[in-house]
């Protein structure tokens, strides 16, 4: 019998939901309903000084005017410091953390110039055999990474591999404020949720060989993988948030209704025409091989259209 998908949301309440944000929800609700499967919530709320309790309420009903429903309980992930606490536990008991002291800027400094890495400086490996004595700061907790390629199949970009050692280093899965890292956290919480599909931006297609490799030192099975491609605007960056013109708060108040931004979302994942739809239509013969694999621009003109309902 093949398993059910379980897929999942997993946004940070540091804003209300942009459009960016919407695609994804929108597709990994797709994929797992199309197949029967779950879609679940999950609140990334680690980063205490930029999450903030109305944008955790506001995902909700953000959700909600698209069409988008989720199962079961919403995990909060400042909640789960325990769990996280124990995982941990479980990293140390093998010899697979160390304590780090650590600055961001001396990281950066003794990263040597070409040594910029997939995510930032690469960490050299300063307080591998014992943390550098620094009185007064709290070190952080990084991850001893394995040598050796990690590989995976991505359903968007095919066959992805990265050298972890050399493009990342070893990383920090405990902040030295106590709080469990984003890396730590989301292999936690999807392993603890069964989450089997993980869909999300390709911002964090880089992050993942990371994740494959907690999942595997703490002994959880791996998830499959879908990077959806950005937003962009037309000078190339990611679609940012201009005047609530791209949250859907935002267009609400313009009068956008929900289904006019799902259509546009959809057609700019290379599904349908654009005209306004449900999510729930969108379901019928809905499958991640139609999903367009580029960068989708979008014009300010389009938002306009959006805006004035044409
Ligand atoms: N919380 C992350 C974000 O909003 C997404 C994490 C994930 O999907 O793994 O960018
Ligand atoms: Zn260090």
Redesign the pocket.
Known sequence: MATAVVGRF???PTGRLHLG?LRSALLGWLSARSRGGSFLLRV?DLDVARCRPEFTDGLFRDLEFLGLDWDGPVLVQSQRASVYRDALEQLRRQGRVYACTCSRAEVARAASAPHVGEDGPVYPGTCRDGAVERPGRPPALRFRVASGVVRFVDALHGPVAQDVEHAVGDFVVQRNDGVAS?QLA?VVDDAASGVNE?L??DD?LTSTPRQLQLLEALGLGAPSYAHVPLLLQADGKRLAKRDGATTAAGLRERGVTGAAIVGRLAAWSGLGDGQPVTPRELLKGFSLSQVRREPTVVHDAELEALVAGR
């Open positions: 997993a946004p940070s944000n990334e984003y989301v993980v999300r931006g964090l």
